[in-house]
């Protein structure tokens, strides 16, 4: 079995910063492609930024480039979001997801619980 978990949601001033922490444990041979997405009230699950294997090639959506920052460290199977210069409608629930072969040779997409971010004066 793998599951993720996710931490580091919370409540934060505008223009102020969060980083965002998704470790995954279990059942895990590898981890490839990692990300985060997020979701509003009201609103579709949309994606927030995307991670290659081992880190060279990342993906962001328009809305949070030149603020957000998606890294991983493979060793510690976790991908990161550091979210800086935080707007309002950067407020959300936040989910990674990962995907990962397990030892058992099987290949799925993991998401975590979600976490909230609330960007609010």
């Known amino acids: 079995q793998v599951q993720l978990v996710e931490s580091g949601g919370g409540l934060v001033q505008p223009g102020g910063s969060l980083r965002l922490s998704c470790a995954a444990s279990?059942?895990?041979?590898?981890?490839?492609?990692m990300g985060w997405y997020r979701q509003a009230p009201g609103k579709q699950r949309e994606l927030v930024a995307q991670?290659?294997?081992?880190?060279?090639?990342?993906n962001y959506a328009d809305s949070v480039k030149g603020r957000f920052t998606i890294s991983r460290d493979n060793a510690k199977n976790t991908v990161y979001l550091q979210m800086n210069s935080l707007k309002p409608e950067d407020t959300a629930v936040y989910y990674c997801?990962?995907?990962?072969?397990?030892?058992?040779?099987?290949?799925?997409?993991?998401w975590g619980q979600g976490t909230q971010v609330t960007v609010s004066s």
């Open positions: 997801t990962v995907r990962i072969l397990a030892t058992s040779g099987s290949l799925n997409d993991y």
């Open positions: 279990g059942s895990i041979f590898s981890s490839r492609a």
């Open positions: 991670i290659t294997n081992y880190g060279g090639v990342t």
